[in-house]
């Protein structure tokens, strides 16, 4: 398996603040990683710079053989072969749900209307909200408007999908439903980086594990080290989330 | 004496329709210009930016009237023949560009950051995601602060008649000039300005309502 993400001896700081201090890890193919710690242990910042939405120090990140710390990146390739949800969700609240997923494959694609709401409608069908296609943002409850941003990314095929809490603004009820879109995906071969508090969601999808704390990969492995924890810091962690 | 003569009032009217023109031609010109301005000042190259300020700033903190001097004046000396209508648009112009300009900044930077680093991770270029996510969402929030701008421009062309462009202001000045009935004709004029500028506080008002209705 070849790896599609590679970050090798990352540093990352806002000013003095030194929040990614040397963080190294691959993602495979196919592969499911769910990025797990507490907040400020730099969990988010790294999933950020794989897309470059922040630029680093120092270090490598490699992103399907394209370099992404290289000045000369070609920023808009690289985006295309990286999908990203975010945590608010962010759709664009003047446009319908359509406009929403078609305007990136209309624009940077050059795909033909009558092809793009295909792709729309076969998008929404995968997080089953085709109903929704001629709706407004603004009428989808929370956990609606980030099934819609899911497939506003996955519209544009992305090799790799990054989730960055996703569900951390939703109600339980609602976060089920997104989850189940994201597992659905995840068994669909997509690879995937999602940083989460759900420990659930990182037991039943998550090939791997990758525990950050103090902005270090402090430990990391099968979902099972979940239950077994080898640091005290995962161990303590997971107490808490209990 | 006795009241306003129909041929005065017709002056007058004619002078209140230059006002409108007066007021058009500087509010899309100077849209125009404000447009550039915006977009100058959100620019990602700290030069262009950093020189766009110097200009609203310098704009902004000169009267209109003495912009127009040193347009209609100044230019005269440097053997440039300016008609009095080039000079109040020019002036008004200028005036107009720093205000929405900034206007529109404002409007631009109200849009969460968020919306544009949406768009740029859907790989829209920068251009593109202005277009199509940001400055959709800006002009909801422009637009009644542009109409009440809107205002300001027209009350402001009556500055035009101290270089002799006859817009209602100057028509007044001129009648009075013959019949010394200064409360009648001003009050006339004035009139006539509220006329124009009233129902566009009505809009922009009722704009700024039903905006804050669509963000609940």
Redo the contacts between chains.
């Keep these: 398996m070849s790896a599609v993400v590679r970050l090798r001896d990352v540093h990352k700081s806002y000013g003095a603040v030194e929040v990614l201090k040397g963080v190294s890890f691959e993602v495979a193919s196919g592969e499911v990683v769910a990025v797990i710690g507490r907040s400020g242990s730099g969990k988010s910042t790294a999933l950020r710079c794989i897309?470059r939405?922040e630029r680093i120090q120092s270090g490598m990140i490699e992103v399907c053989g394209r370099r992404v710390d290289d000045a000369a990146l070609d920023?808009?390739?690289l985006?295309?072969e990286?999908?990203?949800v975010?945590q608010?969700y962010?759709?664009?609240?003047?446009l319908t749900i359509e406009q929403n997923i078609t305007?990136?494959p209309r624009?940077?694609k050059r795909m033909a209307q009558r092809e793009a709401r295909e792709l729309a409608a076969e998008m929404l069908a995968k997080v089953g909200l085709s109903e929704k296609i001629d709706a407004y943002p603004e009428q989808l409850s929370g956990g609606q408007q980030q099934r819609v941003a899911i497939a506003?990314?996955l519209a544009?095929s992305p090799r790799v999908m990054l989730f960055d809490e996703v569900t951390s603004a939703l109600d339980p009820h609602l976060t089920g439903e997104v989850l189940r879109v994201m597992e659905a995906l995840a068994k669909g071969g997509m690879t995937m980086i999602v940083v989460t508090h759900e420990m659930g969601f990182a037991r039943r999808a998550a090939n791997r594990v990758i525990f950050m704390h103090m902005g270090r990969v402090w430990e990391t492995g099968p979902s099972s080290i979940l239950s077994n924890p080898q640091t005290p810091e995962l161990k303590d962690f997971m107490a808490n989330e209990l | 004496m006795g009241g306003l003569s129909l041929n005065y009032f017709l002056y007058l009217l004619q002078g209140m329709g230059w006002t409108v023109a007066l007021t058009l031609l500087a509010f899309a010109l100077g849209g125009l210009a404000g447009f550039l301005v915006m977009l100058a000042r959100i620019s990602p190259v700290p030069a262009v930016s950093r020189a766009t300020a110097a200009y609203v700033q310098v704009i902004q903190g000169i009267p209109v009237l003495v912009i127009l001097f040193i347009v209609y004046f100044g230019l005269g000396i440097l053997e440039i023949d300016v008609p009095p209508l080039v000079a109040a648009g020019l002036s008004l112009t200028a005036y107009t560009s720093a205000f929405l300009g900034e206007i529109w900044r404002g409007a631009v930077e109200a849009v969460?950051r968020?919306?544009m680093?949406?768009?740029?991770?859907?790989?829209?270029?920068r251009w593109?995601a202005l277009r199509?996510?940001i400055l959709?969402?800006a002009v909801?929030i422009a637009t009644p602060p542009t109409v009440g701008f809107l205002v300001q421009v027209l009350k402001s062309t009556s500055l035009a008649s101290v270089v002799g462009f006859v817009e209602l202001t100057r028509a007044a000045q001129v009648i009075n000039n013959s019949t010394f009935q200064p409360f009648l004709i001003f009050g006339t004029a004035g009139l006539m300005y509220f006329v124009l500028c009233y129902p566009l506080s009505l809009w922009s008002r009722t704009l700024e309502r039903r905006l804050n209705v669509g963000r609940r």
């Design positions: 897309n939405l920023l808009r390739a985006r295309q990286v999908g990203i975010f608010s962010n759709l664009f609240p003047h305007l990136a624009r940077v506003r990314s544009m | 969460p968020t919306q680093e949406a768009a740029e991770c859907l790989a829209l270029t593109q199509d996510v959709p969402q909801r």
